[in-house]
């Protein structure tokens, strides 16, 4: 996938600017909050699954050769196969291989976020494959030509009436002048035409929640059963995967699944959670005759041993963008990439580059509700601090944000003369603003002032003000 | 090759080459012990409440439970579940001996075909393996008795379980699943394991939940009353 990311602020701009996109948005960004918050009050040892949930991630991921190599040995015992893929060059690679291998004409997918990050659809079409998204989400994007704006809801930013129009302009062989009634009608109709599409596809691509290495088992979750289809009905079952999804045990997977489902839709268990191991059995009367996973790195080895490992321990719930602020205003589009918000500002810029990602760990408040709701209580700002960092040691920014942190840099290591220098601009900030009480306009304060006014000084520093008070305190 | 690159790189990452053989012995002891962690309260009551929660879960997440005191009326509760929807008598049943074992043949009008599910069917029967009360969820796990597309190609699933198999917690229903089925198979499990939480559902349009999004829009429970400690 093409990264938009550099042109962040020209994408946030054209979203504020979209008038369908924030009704999206005001729809549904109080909705996630308050069902999380419901769910995570209905279990009380809530907070005590959040440290076992990081402690098998951190206990995973300081073994994961162990656990990599365990996993493939048993799925390999139950018959699959593994295919270990470096980039991402390797895995668009090594399924199409499969794919051409098995005289594969159509493709049903499972929504997978390394099939965004593979571009597998792409691939699949140059290759005169068809590939079919089956998550309603998914599908509706497919036939819009965009991608996922979400990464647990992907037409997040769509209406009802986009929809509407998506599915008149596509399915041409229905009356053009059907009338959907209610919700119910757009579903039934992708059900329908969905339904064919299992039936018919060679082979099924899925994603995989977790890699269970004690049984060599992958794991989907879903709420529609598109995945499930998907991986039972073709007669080969592909699932895309990379390396952080592994766990140890199924008990350590039943434990990050009582976060999951209550972080990411505040639901306390997704509706299909199913664990697959190897393909049919030889007295199975269902399920593929082939399952291959592809495990995949693309970077995110050089991210073990760094100050970005703990976002290794990601389990995907959204949970940091369904509160997000930012997310919340510009929406996922805005940000370039595969993955939108705080996940996404500091898994980017690891995946792609700092210098194509570097504007998304700017784009935040640091106002920690990310981490503050993170199942797995991943560090989320101060990793975007570390980005930041680099950002700026790599001289990536723009040379007026650059010369403006050098100044103040200067004067942050001379206490003495900040304080001179913070007294004189206050003092003056006072003595022009008395009249009106506030700024409408301001030398190297445009971007403030464009939207709101900047309240005038007392013309004295918090400093000063401290001192005098401490001396009152003690007389 | 990518194996070797993508392990070494995580070894580099981790600052120290393959593992020492006597902590590749201590991990191999966790995945043999796979010890359980916390289990949450809810599901740490009297087995009649379990049951009572089991049934309180299902019905949250938009199924349907109902009791029967014994296997000898299933048959009556299929049939009359299918009249009140308005649905056909015939379903797709799973191969179970329990299943074959009810009286199908008291209910004439019933039609049925075991086997797996195909596209133009609109009801199936299932065999539950278990129920997790936790979070009213059933274990199905897919084979040759329990085909998986029974859970998936109808619009209505019908499951038949027995309430001594709803356990507190999902940990507990995978036991009898390690038990029953992974150990005779040498440890490896079913092909298939389902986890179901009611009926397929999507709120992908508008973030408004709609039931029957592709699997199936109903989910009725069976609950054949076989536990005399279960009983209320």
């Known amino acids: ?475 | 090759m990518s194996k070797d690159a993508m392990l070494g790189a995580i070894r580099r990452g981790l600052r120290r080459g393959p593992l020492p053989r006597d902590q590749v012995l201590g991990l191999q002891a966790r995945l043999a012990a796979h010890p359980r962690h916390l289990i949450p309260g809810r599901s740490r009551v009297a087995r009649p409440e379990q049951i009572a929660l089991f049934i309180r879960n299902v019905e949250k997440e938009f199924g349907s439970v109902v009791r029967v005191p014994s296997p000898a009326a299933v048959p009556g509760a299929v049939a009359d579940y299918l009249a009140a929807q308005n649905l056909p008598p015939s379903f797709a049943m799973a191969p179970h001996p329990e299943l074959q074992a009810l009286p199908w043949d008291e209910r004439p009008l019933l039609q049925r075909r075991e086997g797996k599910a195909v596209a133009s069917d609109q009801v199936t029967v299932q065999h539950g393996f278990a129920g997790v009360a936790e979070t009213g969820t059933l274990m199905l796990p897919g084979g040759p008795r329990r085909p998986t597309t029974l859970n998936l190609l109808a619009e209505t699933e019908i499951v038949v379980l027995r309430a001594s198999r709803i356990v507190g917690a999902y940990e507990e229903a995978f036991d009898l699943l390690r038990a029953e089925l992974a150990e005779p198979a040498g440890g490896m499990l079913p092909r298939n394991v389902m986890l179901v939480t009611g009926p397929s559902r999507s709120a992908d349009i508008e973030s408004t939940l709609e039931l029957g999004a592709h699997g199936p829009r109903r989910l009725h429970v069976v609950l054949i009353d076989d536990d005399d400690a279960a009983r209320a």
Not at chain 1, 148 to 159: Q, R
Not at chain 1, 207 to 224: D, Q
Not at chain 1, 371 to 400: A, D, T, Y
């Open chain 1, 1 to 475: 996938m093409l990264a938009t990311s550099p042109a962040f602020k020209e994408n946030a701009a054209h979203a504020m600017a979209d008038a369908g996109l924030q009704k999206a948005l005001a729809r549904t960004r109080p909705q996630f909050p308050a069902k999380r918050a419901a769910a995570v009050a209905n279990l009380p040892e809530f907070e005590q699954l959040r440290d076992i949930g990081k402690g098998i991630k951190d206990h995973t991921l300081a073994h994961l050769d162990f656990y990599l190599e365990t996993f493939a040995a048993n799925v390999e015992r139950a018959g699959g196969q593994v295919h270990w893929c470096s980039t991402a060059d390797d895995a668009r690679a090594a399924v199409l291989g499969i794919c051409e291998r098995v005289g594969a004409r159509t493709v049903t997918k499972g929504k997978s976020m390394i099939s965004e990050e593979l571009g597998i659809n792409q691939h699949l079409e140059a290759h005169g494959i068809v590939p079919v998204e089956t998550d309603l989400g998914e599908y509706i994007l497919q036939l819009r030509h965009e991608p996922p704006s979400h990464i647990i809801a992907p037409a997040f930013h769509l209406n009802r009436e986009d929809w509407e129009e998506s599915f008149r302009k596509s399915h041409t062989d229905l009356p053009a002048d059907r009338v959907f009634h209610e919700r119910r009608d757009i579903l039934t109709e992708a059900r329908t035409r969905l339904r064919e599409k299992f039936l018919a596809a060679d082979v099924g691509i899925t994603g995989a929640n977790f890699l269970i290495a004690e049984t060599g088992t992958s794991v989907i979750v879903t709420n529609e059963g598109n995945g499930d289809l998907t991986q039972t009905l073709p007669r080969v079952h592909i699932v895309l995967a990379s390396i952080e999804k592994t766990v140890p045990t199924l008990e350590d997977t039943i434990s990050l699944l009582r976060l999951l489902a209550r972080s990411a839709t505040g639901q306390d268990f997704s509706v299909y959670t199913t664990f697959s191991t190897g393909p049919r059995r030889a007295e199975d009367v269902d399920g593929p005759e082939e399952y291959h996973v592809i495990l995949l790195d693309n970077g995110r080895s050089a991210m073990v041993g760094t100050e970005f490992q703990p976002m290794l321990r990601c389990i995907r719930c959204a949970a940091c963008i369904n509160h997000c602020p930012v997310y919340g205003t510009v929406g996922g589009h805005s940000y370039g990439w595969v993955y939108p918000g705080p996940m996404g500002s500091v898994l980017t810029p690891s995946l792609i580059g700092v210098d194509q990602a570097g504007q998304l760990p700017n784009a935040s408040t640091f106002c920690g509700k990310c981490e503050s709701v993170c199942p797995m209580k991943i560090p989320l700002p101060n990793m975007m601090r570390h980005w930041r960092e680099r950002e700026f040691e790599r001289h990536l920014g723009p040379q007026g944000m650059r010369t403006g942190l050098s100044v103040w840099a200067w004067f942050a290591r001379r206490p003495a003369m900040y304080r001179l220098a913070t007294r004189v601009a206050m003092a003056g900030l006072g003595l022009l603003g008395r009249r009106r009480g506030k700024f409408s306009s301001l030398p190297l304060a445009g971007g403030w002032t464009e939207g709101r006014d900047l309240p005038a000084t007392e013309g004295h520093t918090f400093f000063a003000r401290y001192a005098r008070e401490q001396r009152a305190g003690r007389a």
